[in-house]
């Protein structure tokens, strides 16, 4: 059975460096009938866990460790019992959120996450974060970015653990490399592809933000 992705929108808070901010989240949901990978569980553990249903979660993954993608993670590993990943440069972000809960394993870039068809390759993006990363699936065309790119620009780099030259390096070197036809799946707002974004990278560059 072909792999498919579902898309469902939570709401909840962004909090960092002493701010807050109202934000709607995309979670995506990769696989089949039987098995999927959730990205990012984002705020409402029980309604992720509702939109997999009966079928099996085989890992929750972590694009980034702010806690709007975070925040639901632990709930939705302990109502599903599926193993968290994270990659280890974002640890220092992922304890503000969770300090008494680790994730379960680490991410690496290169490394391939295999699940009902799907085949996510770790792109070890930072930027937004430290340990920021997209997951590229050749099969389906397309690259789920968190928020590394958005349709019209980087995401943002203006709080902690987040520097722009470092995230224009990451969307040039790994993201527009990719196939221009690569739909782009963000971690808010809507989609976009390769191609729509690569000609805009020295208006992103020139504006410096």
Partial sequence: ?????????????????GGTW???????????????VVIDAAHDAEAIAAAVGDRRLSAIVCTHAHNDHIDA????ADLTGARIWLHPDDLPLWKQTHPDRD????????????AAGVDLQVLHTPGHAPGAVCLYDP??????TGDTLFAGGPGATGRSYSHFPTIIDSIRDRLLALP?????LTGHGDPTTI????PHLQEWIARGH
């Fill in 180 to 184: 221009p036809e690569t739909k782009v």
């Fill in 73 to 76: 993670a632990p709930a939705l």
């Fill in 22 to 36: 109202d934000v709607d989240n995309n979670v995506w949901i990769v696989g089949d009938d039987h098995e999927v």
């Fill in 195 to 198: 191609g729509a974004e690569a």
């Fill in 1 to 17: 059975m072909a792999a498919r992705i579902e898309r469902l929108v939570t709401s909840g808070q962004f909090s960092l460096d």
């Fill in 139 to 144: 099969g389906l065309a397309t690259v789920f």
């Fill in 103 to 114: 994730p379960d394993a680490h991410l690496q870039d290169g490394q391939v996450i295999e």
